[in-house]
């Protein structure tokens, strides 16, 4: 119904603030569901429909390269395996095969973007099983043979990756993500046609269109109890399940909407020394951060929390200066410091203009613990070499990874890391420039 009174502009900004994660779930979920199933078939009547397969498995099938577009800073390990889920007409039943001790992970976030869950090696083991996932309000008897996953919302984004070890391992991959299913509590193929409600390619600054599709998100989604309060208040700024926004409260949202997007495209500081920062630190939610929540869902969306993986990026050197391939830089891992994981590790390069994987003749886009060109000193240290030229000693070239002619940033990614890295008491290692190129 119509609300006439404007709040203030400070309850507009926490508005838009609390409320922005749903746009963006609900955008990508338009974005990444796909229109035909696998026997070819459109959930609606056409490629212009807003119907979409939900409860439907996504595979990407081969390691990121330069040539992909589709993702800003992709990693170069691992595969995917997606899916979007509607728990609204019952639970699903996921059906994992035996991974034979291979990484793997299926995060689980809720509508909001918490991580609140994971299918996987850190948290269930490698071993196949059949995981029941039901929403909110599911009251049903839970069957003996399967393992319980109770979601905070109806929707929710399932985000898989899944270990490859090069090229020749993907086969081997391939049978694995083929082998998951997802069906109803009696066996069915869960897939069903869902209207996502929007079109891909939506761009966020309307404040009616916002406001529309945050509304129906609250109404299928609604917000813990505890903050179904602080939802209400939002009806006087045109947000809220059963609101339409009058012409003054859009004014008034449409410039709140214009600050946070502008507060949110900048980088959050988060100095860990040696010129690296983290920008995504969460665990299973984000409580009552909803600025963080804001940050991660408009520029790191789908990241998973700190206990099963952190990114930790650099763009600069020790000394604060930009990173540039024209330099040539190091990385000292000593022998008593390596990244402490209970899976891997990887550094990945990255171009700074497009925030992709930087093409080079040899294909090499990433070093980490599983590289079989690494060298080690004698002592057992390591040592990375950053440049868009190769180090003038052949000797270095297994430890080097090739940077653009230009400015760049590298992403280590650790994948469930130890506690010295979750309790911020490990030393990152000072990229330090060598003084010309390497």
């Not at 922005?20 to 974005?31: C, S």
């Not at 035996?98 to 509508?111: A, E, I, K, S, T």
């Not at 109770?150 to 081997?172: E, F, K, Q």
Request: aromatic share 8%; with cysteine.
């Amino acid at each position: 119904m119509p609300q006439e009174k404007a709040g203030t502009p400070a309850l507009a900004r926490d508005a838009v603030i609390y409320t922005l994660p749903l746009y963006e779930m609900a955008r990508m979920r338009a974005a990444t569901c796909p229109r035909r199933n696998r026997a070819g078939n459109f959930a609606g009547d056409g490629p212009a429909s807003t119907l979409r397969w939900i409860n439907h498995l996504i595979h990407t099938r081969a390691l990121l390269g330069p040539q992909h577009r589709q993702v800003v800073t992709p990693n170069n390990d691992t595969l995917y395996t997606n899916a979007w889920l509607d728990l609204s007409q019952g639970p699903v039943v996921l059906h994992v095969p035996d991974f034979n001790g291979r990484y793997y992970v299926l995060g689980l976030l809720d509508f909001y973007t918490n991580p609140f869950g994971y299918i996987g090696s850190r948290t269930t083991g490698t071993a196949a099983g059949r995981f029941l996932l039901h929403g909110p309000s599911w009251r049903g008897e839970m069957p003996a043979d399967m393992h319980a996953v109770p979601c905070p919302t109806d929707a929710v984004w399932m985000i898989g990756r899944l270990l490859v070890d090069g090229d020749a391992d993907l086969p081997v991959v391939h049978a694995l993500q083929d082998a998951i299913h997802l069906t109803t509590l009696d066996g069915a193929d869960a897939a069903r046609p869902f209207d996502t409600g929007m079109h891909p390619g939506e761009q966020l600054g309307d404040p009616q269109r916002f406001a529309e599709v945050v509304a129906r998100a609250l109404r299928e989604n609604p917000p813990p109890a505890a903050e179904a309060g602080r939802v209400g208040s939002f009806a006087s700024v045109g947000l809220g399940p059963d609101v339409v926004p009058s012409a003054s409260q859009r004014e008034i949202l449409g410039a709140a909407l214009h600050d946070v997007l502008e507060a949110l495209a900048v980088p959050q500081s988060s100095d860990m020394g040696g010129g690296w920062a983290m920008s995504v630190e969460v665990r299973e939610s984000y409580g009552g951060n909803f600025a963080q929540r804001a940050h991660v869902a408009r520029n790191y969306i789908g990241a998973l929390g700190v206990q099963e993986a952190m990114y930790v990026i650099a763009d600069r050197s020790g000394d604060g200066e930009p990173l540039d391939g024209r330099h040539g830089y190091r990385l000292d891992f000593p022998a008593d410091n390596p990244p402490q994981v209970g899976a891997f590790w990887s550094l990945t390069m990255y171009d700074k203009q497009d925030c992709m994987l930087v093409p080079n003749a040899i294909d090499r886009y990433s070093l980490g613990d599983r590289s079989a060109s690494l060298q080690r000193g004698a002592d057992g240290s390591l040592t990375l070499w950053l440049s868009a030229q190769p180090p003038a000693d052949p000797a270095l070239h297994g430890n080097w990874l090739p940077a653009p002619p230009g400015p760049f940033y590298v992403a280590l990614r650790l994948y469930v890391p130890q506690a010295a890295h979750l309790d911020r008491t490990y030393r990152y290692p000072v990229i330090q420039r060598t003084g010309g190129a390497a």
